[in-house]
């Protein structure tokens, strides 16, 4: 499944200076070299945060640890909207998630 461009055009809206790449089936938005939040493949959004943080965030809804190759993912989130909308909620938020924990990283 191809990710969603309506997503992706307001993930550019919210990070309009970081890069983007096509990687795992997504798109994913780039912030001083490191993956800050990606339009997912397989819908919804991927957001990387603190990993100290991950278990309040997931207390939020409609979202839940990502899942790569079967394995679990520390410090990466998978945000989807409900099944009725397709939307991700709170997608400003998750994107201000992703985009400061990056920003604690040393620039690659």
Do not use: I, Q
């Amino acid at each position: 499944m191809p990710y969603d461009e309506g997503l992706a055009e307001r993930l550019r809206d919210l990070v309009p200076d970081a890069v983007e790449k096509r990687m795992f089936g997504g798109l994913a938005f780039l912030v001083n070299g490191h993956m800050a939040v990606c339009a997912s493949g397989r819908g919804g959004l991927m957001v990387r945060v603190d990993p100290k943080e991950a278990p309040a965030l997931l207390e939020r809804p409609n979202a839940s640890r990502m899942v790569m190759g079967g394995r679990e993912m520390d410090g990466w989130l998978r945000v989807v909207g409900s099944p009725e909308a397709d939307e991700v909620p709170d997608l400003a938020f998750w994107v201000d998630e992703g985009v400061a924990y990056v920003h604690t990283l040393p620039p690659k």
